[in-house]
């Protein structure tokens, strides 16, 4: 069956299973035939014609299902095969092959019964408009019926016949919705009452207008109607001047912190605004302690080939064995997924520039607990297998691929262990630089371009200014996305913007769900499984806790859960998912719908919920008490590797 949701067409299994029972069941006819009356003509026949008709059905599926064609060319291919299905039909019919084979006149009447059957195939399961199913239909009605009223004695019964098919067809063709007609006599009918704003450039415009064109109506409606109608009206009115006001807003897609607060308790309330929330405050950072660019590879990406061929297949794909192996996972992961989209032989980069860029970005992570390389390259195994469980895998493009594979690598490079609101609330240099603005992202960005205008490292040197211009507005997009402080902003936006049909084959749509994708990608450890996730949340809670010792000896308010005598610490991984992971990868596979996810990624999510919030104490843990849940040895925890 072919679903007509917008413009995207999808076909269903329950549309295959009709389609080859009424093969069967053309089958069975030929051989109860043959057993019945002995006429091999018709076996052999019917057989040739049916193996036919199913060599060229399953050509135009696999075909279809392989390539992943668009609405059109699916449209196409399904009409061509409904009509050859009923030639075949008729050709196949005992009466008809009787007929030309041997002159025998017979009963025609039973082909008129397949005919229904194979005209209830054809309703809205494989047309998105009425007008190619009358064509059809009507096409191989009237060739059936003008070939029975010439060569049968039973021409009463063929005309009745025929004009119940006929009325079948009409009849099923009703059931097709013919949106572009429906859609223009509500444009021209919405203009007849609302008028047409001529200066509207943008749907919103058109939104505010058509409001004010409502709220004036209802006051004159008002005006002109009794008092009953006087107090409705002017709720109504209210609403309307309300939601008008709430569209001229700044930005409509700025969560405020109440709404996004008021059902949670008061640490989790300054957490997320602390963190989500763009805050402002005045020391300078020093550059961490023990910056050891890793450059020492132990295994190079051929010797470990085996082991990364899961990525993008196993969501639970263990990083740190990689890291622990190569001491390069960057490099190693890096190189693999980008021959793994042939990248290389695409944009034709050589493979040396490739490799540069790479030790590049892996040597410009330092040492910290958990904002390091083997993060960066877990967030790109992330990535990938979310591309490749969705729907938008059939239409990423390789530009797309190789812009968001360095974006994945790039999201934290140079990152210092410390927060945005860290580097402004102490004038950090980075944050005179980016005026407060996603400090850190802007950073990150900045300093892959910067690794791209070196000669040796620039695998962009041959591009377009076009496409330069193209995959540099995907990376910086999805770098600057992984700003905790617009996830909220990005949620609302990604929940009002595609809450119905998506659009996959339009690429403004592909760059809003690349940033969703990297920043489900970037907090993704919480999705895995319990052994994984602990040790992620290890080496964070180990870097959350060095910022609020630093705090602390600064003299200035220490980050909400990076206090290391007084965090709670189940109950801060808890209000992590509950309040910022659940909701994000809730959004994103409302837009994508893929099982796999919800399985493998969404119901973790809660079972990892369930399993800080069953070991929460009722009152605040001290650090000698963390031992009992293993956090009590975080500084002993391996940077970068497996704890």
Same mark, same amino acid.
């Given at each position: 069956?072919?679903?007509?949701?917008?413009?995207?067409?999808?076909?269903?299994?329950?549309?295959? /299973?009709?389609?080859?029972?009424?093969?069967?069941?053309?089958?069975?006819?030929?051989?109860?035939?043959?057993?019945?009356?002995?006429?091999?003509?018709?076996?052999?026949?019917?057989?040739?014609?049916?193996?036919?008709?199913?060599?060229?059905?399953?050509?135009?599926?696999?075909?279809?299902?392989?390539?992943?064609?668009?609405?059109?060319?699916?449209? /196409?291919?399904?009409?061509?095969?409904?009509?050859?299905?009923?030639?075949?039909?008729?050709?196949?019919?005992?009466?008809?092959?009787?007929?030309?084979?041997?002159?025998?006149?017979?009963?025609?009447?039973?082909?008129?019964?397949?005919?229904?059957?194979?005209?209830?195939?054809?309703?809205?399961?494989?047309?998105?408009?009425?007008?190619?199913?009358?064509?059809?239909?009507?096409?191989?009605?009237?060739?059936?019926?003008?070939?029975?009223?010439?060569?049968?004695?039973?021409?009463?019964?063929?005309?009745?016949?025929?004009?119940?098919?006929?009325?079948?067809?009409?009849?099923?063709?009703?059931?097709?919705?013919?949106?572009?007609?429906?859609?223009?006599?509500?444009?021209?009918?919405?203009?007849?009452?609302?008028?047409?704003?001529?200066?509207?450039?943008?749907?919103?415009?058109?939104? *505010?207008?058509?409001?004010?064109?409502?709220?004036?109506?209802?006051?004159?409606?008002?005006?002109?109607?009794?008092?009953?109608?006087?107090?409705?009206?002017?709720?109504?009115?209210?609403?309307?001047?309300?939601?008008?006001?709430?569209?001229?807003?700044?930005?409509?897609?700025?969560?405020?912190?109440?709404?996004?607060?008021?059902?949670?308790?008061?640490?989790?309330?300054?957490?997320?605004?602390?963190?989500?929330?763009?805050?402002?405050?005045?020391?300078?950072?020093?550059?961490?302690?023990?910056?050891?660019?890793?450059?020492?590879?132990?295994?190079?990406?051929?010797?470990?080939?085996?082991?990364?061929?899961?990525?993008?297949?196993?969501?639970?794909?263990?990083?740190?064995?990689?890291?622990?192996?190569?001491?390069?996972?960057?490099?190693?992961?890096?190189?693999?997924?980008?021959?793994?989209?042939?990248?290389?032989?695409?944009?034709?980069?050589?493979?040396?520039?490739?490799?540069?860029?790479?030790?590049?970005?892996?040597?410009?992570?330092?040492?910290?607990?958990?904002?390091?390389?083997?993060?960066?390259?877990?967030?790109?195994?992330?990535?990938?297998?979310?591309?490749?469980?969705?729907?938008?895998?059939?239409?990423?493009?390789?530009?797309?691929?190789?812009?968001?594979?360095?974006?994945?690598?790039?999201?934290?490079?140079?990152?210092?262990?410390?927060?945005?609101?860290?580097?402004?609330?102490?004038?950090?240099?980075?944050? *005179?630089?980016?005026?407060?603005?996603?400090?850190?992202?802007?950073?990150?960005?900045?300093?892959?371009?910067?690794?791209?205008?070196?000669?040796?490292?620039?695998?962009?040197? &041959?591009?377009?200014?076009?496409?330069?211009?193209?995959?540099?507005?995907?990376?910086?997009?999805?770098?600057?996305?992984?700003?905790?402080?617009?996830?909220?902003?990005?949620?609302?936006?990604?929940?009002?913007?595609?809450?119905?049909?998506?659009?996959?084959?339009?690429?403004?749509?592909?760059?809003?769900?690349?940033?969703?994708?990297?920043?489900?990608?970037?907090?993704?450890?919480?999705?895995?499984?319990?052994?994984?996730?602990?040790?992620?949340?290890?080496?964070?809670?180990?870097?959350?806790?060095?910022?609020?010792?630093?705090?602390?000896?600064?003299?200035?308010?220490?980050?909400?859960?990076?206090?290391?005598?007084?965090?709670?610490?189940?109950?801060?991984?808890?209000?992590?998912?509950?309040?910022?992971?659940?909701?994000?990868?809730?959004?994103?596979?409302? /837009?994508?719908?893929?099982?796999?996810? &919800?399985?493998?990624?969404?119901?973790?999510?809660?079972?990892?919920?369930?399993?800080?919030?069953?070991?929460?104490?009722?009152?605040?843990?001290?650090?000698?008490?963390? &031992?009992?849940?293993?956090?009590?040895?975080?500084?002993?925890?391996?940077?970068?590797?497996?704890?």
């Amino acid at each position: 069956m072919i679903s007509n949701k917008g413009t995207s067409l999808k076909v269903n299994n329950r549309y295959y /299973i009709m389609y080859y029972c009424l093969l069967l069941y053309l089958l069975g006819h030929s051989l109860a035939f043959y057993h019945n009356y002995g006429h091999p003509k018709v076996l052999v026949v019917g057989m040739v014609l049916e193996f036919v008709l199913l060599i060229i059905s399953l050509s135009i599926i696999l075909a279809n299902h392989h390539y992943e064609s668009n609405d059109k060319v699916l449209q /196409i291919s399904f009409m061509s095969l409904y009509l050859i299905t009923g030639l075949t039909i008729i050709f196949t019919e005992p009466s008809v092959i009787l007929f030309l084979t041997e002159s025998i006149k017979s009963n025609f009447l039973h082909g008129y019964f397949t005919l229904s059957i194979y005209i209830t195939l054809g309703s809205k399961s494989i047309f998105a408009r009425r007008i190619w199913l009358f064509i059809c239909s009507y096409i191989v009605l009237a060739l059936y019926s003008a070939f029975c009223f010439v060569k049968s004695n039973d021409k009463p019964e063929i005309v009745i016949s025929a004009v119940l098919l006929g009325i079948e067809v009409y009849y099923k063709a009703g059931e097709i919705k013919c949106l572009s007609k429906n859609y223009k006599i509500v444009i021209t009918e919405q203009e007849q009452i609302l008028g047409y704003n001529d200066e509207a450039k943008t749907p919103l415009d058109e939104i *505010i207008f058509e409001l004010k064109q409502a709220i004036e109506k209802f006051e004159k409606l008002a005006q002109s109607s009794g008092s009953k109608m006087k107090v409705p009206s002017k709720e109504i009115k209210y609403l309307l001047e309300g939601v008008l006001k709430k569209l001229q807003a700044n930005n409509i897609y700025s969560s405020r912190l109440d709404l996004v607060t008021k059902n949670m308790d008061i640490e989790n309330k300054l957490y997320i605004e602390q963190e989500f929330f763009e805050s402002h405050g005045s020391s300078v950072l020093s550059p961490p302690d023990n910056i050891q660019p890793k450059n020492v590879i132990e295994y190079s990406m051929i010797e470990l080939l085996g082991i990364l061929k899961p990525i993008g297949l196993e969501w639970n794909f263990n990083t740190f064995f990689v890291s622990e192996c190569s001491r390069a996972p960057i490099k190693v992961i890096g190189e693999y997924t980008i021959k793994l989209y042939r990248l290389e032989e695409t944009f034709k980069f050589p493979e040396c520039k490739m490799i540069n860029l790479l030790s590049k970005i892996e040597s410009n992570y330092f040492d910290n607990p958990y904002h390091n390389s083997c993060h960066a390259a877990d967030v790109l195994c992330s990535y990938i297998y979310l591309i490749s469980n969705s729907i938008i895998k059939r239409y990423i493009n390789s530009l797309e691929w190789l812009g968001s594979i360095l974006a994945c690598l790039a999201h934290d490079v140079r990152h210092p262990a410390k927060n945005n609101r860290y580097l402004i609330m102490t004038q950090n240099d980075y944050s *005179i630089t980016y005026n407060d603005i996603s400090v850190l992202e802007n950073m990150h960005s900045s300093t892959l371009f910067s690794f791209l205008q070196i000669s040796d490292s620039n695998i962009l040197s &041959d591009f377009t200014i076009d496409k330069y211009q193209q995959i540099r507005k995907i990376i910086i997009d999805m770098i600057l996305a992984t700003d905790m402080g617009k996830h909220f902003d990005l949620i609302s936006y990604m929940k009002n913007k595609y809450s119905e049909d998506v659009d996959f084959a339009n690429g403004d749509t592909r760059g809003d769900l690349l940033k969703i994708f990297i920043k489900a990608a970037d907090v993704g450890h919480a999705a895995k499984c319990i052994e994984l996730h602990e040790k992620w949340c290890k080496l964070v809670l180990e870097e959350f806790f060095a910022q609020g010792d630093l705090e602390k000896s600064k003299g200035i308010p220490i980050s909400m859960f990076c206090d290391r005598e007084n965090t709670n610490i189940n109950k801060s991984q808890a209000g992590f998912i509950k309040n910022i992971v659940l909701s994000l990868y809730e959004t994103l596979n409302f /837009i994508v719908n893929s099982e796999e996810i &919800d399985v493998n990624c969404v119901k973790q999510l809660k079972l990892n919920l369930k399993y800080w919030e069953s070991a929460q104490s009722p009152r605040l843990q001290s650090s000698t008490e963390k &031992d009992e849940f293993g956090f009590g040895s975080l500084r002993n925890v391996r940077r970068g590797s497996s704890p």
